[in-house]
């Protein structure tokens, strides 16, 4: 690794990351925002440290309906990716909401879900995984 001169490694939450404002061009992620209960305040961060105009490109797990309180409130279903999904729709508000522009949703039809616990909750409320690139405004 001492040949990689632009790499480093920080410790730090999503909620709170330790970066400078306006340091990054692109931000990428795949299925971890899905994993905070405060979404809004993940997106404001990665806001905060792109650049105007630098993109966030990252795949999440999404509903098709809105989960009643007993899936919010399961903690295996929420380390299984699906307790801390958002309606699709409500999710891409959320995303603009921070001050992104939202260029391009792809489904990802690849993706599922193996254990008999998730199939039975994915299905019941239609939870799939979507790759979203935005732009900072």
């Known amino acids: 690794m001492s040949s990689l001169s632009n790499v480093s490694f920080k410790k730090g939450y999503a909620e709170s990351l330790p970066l400078d404002d306006e340091s990054f061009d692109v931000v990428i992620s795949n299925g971890v925002i899905n994993l905070s209960p405060v979404k809004e305040t993940v997106f404001g961060e990665i806001r905060r440290v792109l650049v105007p105009g630098g993109r966030l490109m990252f795949s999440d797990i999404v509903t098709g309906v809105e989960l009643p309180d007993s899936v919010r409130d399961n903690c295996a279903l929420w380390a299984e990716c699906i ?55």
């Open 83 to 137: 307790g801390g999904a958002q309606e699709s729709q409500r999710y891409l508000r959320l995303i603009e909401r921070a001050g992104f522009k939202i260029e391009k949703t792809t489904p990802n039809d690849s993706y599922s879900f193996t254990q008999d616990s998730t199939l039975t909750a994915a299905e019941k409320f239609q939870v799939h995984s979507i790759s979203i690139l935005a732009r900072h405004l």
